[in-house]
């Protein structure tokens, strides 16, 4: 990657990190191909988030990683090629069982800046990873992301498992957790826990 590819992605990634503000909530439209991404800019949303289950349906894939990774930066390669001036973060389930500095890598590649990772094990039976096991996860994606030179927007997200599993993540490792299951309880033990860091919350608007 050239070093005037490497600074457009830093300065995105720098603007969707500055988008995460503890008390002034960020609303990121969920894209699933390059129509639904131009859309949305054109709405006015300053950054954009691509969801797994959508990307997967629009290919006729099931959720739960039932596209590979490839298939993925594909699909985020036709968005962030429409919208090249947005940041744009990816849903990358658990990981694929790929290696994390594949996963940043495949990422920057197609031009996203950011990621959220879960702890269920798609490929292993829908396990939960330990809190262990999923904070060097995300810890090993901070620093594939430092050596690449971009700071990738890592989000650590909990809806697959207690909130206890984002205590052992330690707080410089990731930059926001999610809540995704409609739990404010949830919402407030993460807050006590991570005080200093955004914790967001997925909402659903269904049109028709």
């Not at 990774?69 to 968005?79: G, P, T």
């Not at 890598?105 to 702890?119: F, H, R």
């Not at 039976?125 to 262990?132: A, D, I, M, N, V």
Request: net charge negative.
């Amino acid at each position: 990657m050239s070093d005037m590819a490497t600074t457009k992605l830093a300065d995105q990634a720098n603007a969707l990190l500055a988008l995460h503000r503890p008390g002034d909530p960020v609303v990121l439209p969920t894209v699933w191909d390059a129509w639904s991404a131009a859309l949305s800019v054109a709405a006015g949303f300053a950054a954009l988030t691509v969801g797994s289950h959508p990307v997967a349906d629009s290919v006729g894939k099931p959720d739960g990683e039932g596209m590979t990774f490839d298939d993925l930066l594909a699909r985020v390669a036709q968005i962030t090629g429409k919208v090249t001036d947005t940041p744009v973060s990816v849903d990358i389930e658990s990981g694929y069982a790929e290696d994390p500095r594949r996963l940043i890598d495949g990422l920057l590649s197609v031009g996203a800046v950011g990621l959220n990772i879960e702890d269920t094990v798609h490929s292993e039976g829908k396990r939960l990873r330990s809190s262990e096991e999923h904070a060097a996860l995300v810890g090993a994606l901070r620093k594939a992301a430092d050596d690449a030179g971009v700071h990738v927007v890592r989000c650590s997200r909990t809806g697959s498992g207690p909130v206890v599993r984002n205590a052992a993540v330690p707080d410089d490792a990731y930059d926001w957790l999610v809540v995704d299951d409609q739990n404010p309880q949830k919402a407030r033990l993460l807050m006590g826990q991570h005080g200093q860091k955004p914790v967001v919350h997925y909402d659903y608007l269904y049109l028709d």
